[in-house]
């Protein structure tokens, strides 16, 4: 549903489950079970995995007419006790999806009576996430997924010096570099999840059922001793709060940071962690920020001007949008599938510099972003593969950013945060801009 | 949790899966159990009444598709086909009344009437077929109502798709398709037989391989009146009750039509493969005897013969390189399966693994005699069962689609992809030398020189 239109054209969104998917796959041996027809998984694992390149399994409890009708209980116990006969895991997300929400399925109590009947499941944490697809997106069954892991598993005690990092849904190669960020400072920091191997895995000599990596089930318990928690968030609502839920449960001290893409979240996130842990930014990052800055004026002048349509997940594109204020390319439309009042907000501070205000499409679709970028006159758009249509029509180029990257191979590698990432974004949107002038002179040109 | 040894093929198996894999033996009918609802648990490879439907109808490029559910059954199948079009690209598009917590408590059906009324005004579509999703279903939208109002208001015609997703498996979906493109066929209806015309029913025109054989049929001397639905047009399709015969590939999918229009029109069907050299050419040879046409017949031998000359040399030193090699295939319908094991066999490859997401009994018969003996036979397989196949049967490569690929890929087996996301075209003569280049391109890089566990194929006791 965009702009005048009542239908959906192109959507921008994934649906709900599908963030609990990607969330419980940064949890170590974990499985997810959709609660629905079997399609629902199928069609995630392929959107998944043709991203990522990797093998996805999600378990489907592959409701029948007769299920639909009569209650899906028998099948989601049958769906349990085969995918933890097969996959051997520790932790079990279930989520549901629109039909199993629908036909009203409670699916704590089927999984009480379950352990009941059956005492050998409970060595699994089987874990319950209401995922219902005809509300929010995949970015809320993220943090669904996250919030429901911490209320189930996190458990209190003394403070110890261990810091919380909730990241939401960003790239494996960016929670490898937030891990080297964290040891930097010699933290000894928990991400939660952690998708850096799960999703972005080597090949190894012997193939495994579930694949290595993945946030550990005594970690996640031990969140609610932490010293503090940080989470990048700022574009997403405090009900959806891990780290929020932890101050509350635990009182864990939580700070709430946009995802640090570009220079200016990222001094931002590394003056929170400076902070925190009462300790300079380590001088391998320090010295990074400066090759930063002094890209960013190498680049400016193929940049100045320069007028994007930038679309994504909230938190991810709140990011983006910063990134590209930062470097002097006017993020002219900004647009998400989702996208509260947080995020609106959080945008009009990022771009409070800007000469004309960006045009924000919350909730929107391709259909709407295509028609916003035409009027604007846009030079480049930034975002997913997925709008490399509307690139096509305008004749612009499109950098591809976030997830999903169907059409290209590495988006699991992309870096986006921290002054690396931001490195790796100038680059990249630079030579994009570059190329597409060198396209459009017929010429070419030697040097510039 | 069982280890079994089933017929020989050691695996470990969720016991309500052992029916579903067998080993062809030298003799006896063999049985296979398929055909039946996916197991809760099992992460089959298979989608959902709602996709089958999708990716059989949307080809059909000038007509406007909407899912009435909510977002993901649209996001999930945008452009999912790869299906080309020589005009409108309007199926490339992904509309969807996008449900939500509202109108699932409320109704849809009043969303649904204004979207499609909008949505028709806004492309201005030939047609329009809406698909219904799980939720359409439970919530109880009379679509069909919908679709009559929103028909007689905008004179165009305004297809029900019954696909809720959990109202059987993939080849209901297909059925579901087969009801709505027969009701658009029922609008022409039947008028006299055009003299050697003919239906290609059944190819979705991926990387244009609807153009080549279309192409190979008008060479013959036949007129093709419409093809559905690679590269259709609602008009083409209401047009199709003109044809003399109609042509079935894929016959999972596109068979219930080919009945439905010989039982309402009395159009005989033939089924085809395009798959493979041998399949190709005697799927012509089979049209060109149907019409008993001596002008046909010969330059149907002269086009299988001018094609085979041509391939002939390049595809034998593909042959020299491959010969021995182990291939795995798992594709979505089983008809493919069978031209694939002949199409293996003609470069001296074997098939160690065979199976389908949706087979039949008389589907799996075929595929039982086409196979050597030792061929492991596996219906809607999940993803530890074809990783424990490829390793235990030493294979060299895999066909198949996306969702299998980065399993063989994390196994070191090489791989190719038979299935919406080919850019190359692989039916046809020209079709197979793509073939036999991916197969040898994927075996031969040098890239498995470095994974430890790749080329096992070649110490297997299926490696000749």
């Given amino acids: ?448 | 949790m069982t280890d079994r040894d089933r017929e020989g093929i050691a695996l470990e198996l969720i016991p309500e899966r052992e029916g579903h894999i067998s080993l062809k033996t030298g003799s006896g009918p063999g049985r296979i159990a398929c055909d039946a609802e996916s197991l809760a648990g099992a992460v089959s490879q298979r989608a959902c009444v709602f996709c089958g439907a999708r990716v059989v109808i949307n080809p059909v490029a000038d007509a406007l598709h909407l899912i009435h559910g909510p977002i993901g059954c649209s996001t999930y199948t945008w452009d999912i086909r790869g299906s080309l079009s020589s005009g409108p690209e309007l199926h490339r598009l992904s509309f969807s009344t996008d449900l939500r917590e509202k109108d699932v408590i409320f109704g849809g059906e009043d969303k649904l009437y204004r979207a499609l009324t909008e949505l028709i005004e806004a492309h201005r579509p030939r047609g329009a077929f809406v698909y219904a999703t799980c939720i359409a279903g439970v919530i109880g939208d009379d679509i069909k109502a919908v679709c009559a109002r929103v028909e007689k208001e905008n004179g165009l015609p305004v297809i029900p798709v019954q696909s809720e997703g959990f109202k059987g498996n993939k080849n209901a979906g297909y059925k579901a398709a087969c009801h709505a493109l027969f009701n658009l066929v029922s609008r022409g209806g039947r008028r006299d037989a055009r003299p050697l015309s003919m239906n290609i029913l059944g190819d979705f025109n991926l990387a244009g391989e609807l153009w080549m054989v279309r192409e190979y049929f008008e060479r013959m001397g036949l007129e093709v009146v419409a093809n559905i639905s690679g590269d259709s047009r609602v008009e083409q399709v209401m047009r199709a009750g003109e044809a003399a015969l109609n042509v079935v590939q894929c016959s999972g999918s596109m068979m219930h039509l080919a009945r439905m229009m010989e039982r309402a029109y009395g159009i005989p069907h033939l089924r085809v493969s395009y798959v493979g050299l041998d399949d190709m050419a005697g799927s012509l040879t089979r049209v060109a005897d149907f019409f008993g046409d001596g002008k046909i017949s010969a330059r149907t031998r002269e086009l299988i013969e001018g094609e085979l000359q041509a391939l002939e040399p390049e595809l034998a030193r593909y042959r020299r390189r491959l010969a021995g090699r182990v291939a795995a295939v798992y594709v979505g319908g089983a008809f493919k399966a069978v031209s694939l094991i002949r199409a293996f066999r003609s470069l001296d490859m074997q098939v160690a693994v065979v199976g389908s997401q949706t087979g039949k009994e008389s589907d799996y018969d075929e595929i039982r005699a086409a196979a050597d003996p030792g061929t492991v036979i596996v219906d809607d397989a999940n993803p530890l069962e074809l990783a424990q196949l490829m390793q235990s049967r030493g294979v060299d490569i895999f066909v198949g689609g996306v969702k299998e690929r980065p399993v063989a890929y994390k196994l070191g087996v090489a791989f190719c992809d038979h299935n919406h996301e080919r850019k190359r075209p692989l039916e046809g003569f020209a079709g197979m030398l793509n073939f036999a280049r991916e197969v040898h391109d994927s075996i031969f890089s040098p890239v498995w020189r470095f994974i430890p566990r790749a080329g096992s194929g070649q110490q297997s006791a299926h490696g000749r």
């Fill in chain 1, 1 to 448: 549903m965009a702009g005048n239109f009542v239908s959906t054209t192109n959507p921008c969104r994934m649906c709900r489950p599908l963030g609990a998917c990607l969330a419980f796959r940064g949890i170590e041996d974990s499985m997810v079970l959709l609660h629905g027809s079997q399609g629902c998984s199928t069609y995630m694992r392929r959107y998944i995995s043709s991203h990522f390149r990797e093998p996805v399994d999600i378990a489907s409890s592959s409701l029948s007419e007769k299920s639909a009708v009569y209650g899906g209980a028998e099948s989601l116990k049958r769906g349990v006790k085969n995918v933890v006969d097969r996959y051997s895991p520790r932790v079990l997300g279930i989520a549901t999806t629109c039909l199993t929400e629908t036909i009203g399925d409670d699916v704590e109590l089927i999984i009480g009576e379950l352990l009941r009947d059956e005492p050998a499941l409970r060595e699994v944490e089987i874990i319950p996430v209401s995922t219902p697809s005809y509300s929010g997106g995949h970015y809320n069954g993220f943090h669904d997924s996250c919030v429901a892991l911490i209320s189930r598993l996190a458990q209190g005690g003394p403070r110890g010096d261990g810091v919380n990092l909730f990241p939401g849904f960003l790239s494996p190669a960016d929670i490898r570099h937030l891990k080297d960020v964290m040891d930097g400072f010699g933290l000894s920091a928990v991400i939660i999840p952690d998708i850096s191997e799960t999703l972005d895995g080597g090949i190894v000599d012997s193939y495994r059922r579930i694949p290595a990596g993945g946030t550990p089930l005594e970690a996640v318990r031990r969140t609610g001793t932490a010293a503090f928690s940080l989470e990048f968030s700022a574009a997403t609502p405090g009900r959806q709060s891990a780290a929020l839920l932890l101050k509350e449960s635990f009182s864990v001290p939580a700070e709430r940071l946009p995802a640090p893409i570009g220079i200016s979240y990222s001094d931002r996130f590394f003056q929170a962690v400076s902070r925190r842990a009462g300790r300079p930014v380590p001088e391998h990052f320090a010295r990074q920020r400066e090759r930063l800055l002094d890209a960013m004026v190498d680049a400016h002048k193929y940049l100045s001007g320069k007028r994007a349509a930038v679309y994504g997940d909230p938190d991810f594109v709140l990011g983006l949008s910063s990134f590209l204020a930062d470097v002097g390319v006017v993020p002219a439309v900004i647009a998400s599938g989702g996208g509260g009042r947080e995020f609106i907000s959080e945008l009009e501070l990022a771009c409070a510099h800007l000469e004309d205000p960006p045009e924000i499409l919350t909730y929107t679709d391709f259909g709407e972003i295509a028609r916003a970028a035409a009027a604007s006159g846009v030079d480049l758009l930034v975002g997913t593969s997925k709008g490399n249509h509307i690139a096509r029509e305008l004749q612009v180029p499109l950098m591809r950013a976030g997830f999903p990257i169907h059409d290209r191979i590495g988006g699991q590698r992309m870096l986006h945060v921290g002054y690396a990432g931001a490195m790796a974004l100038l680059d990249l949107l630079t030579n994009t801009i570059i190329a597409g002038a060198q396209d459009e002179l017929g010429y070419g040109y030697s040097y510039m």
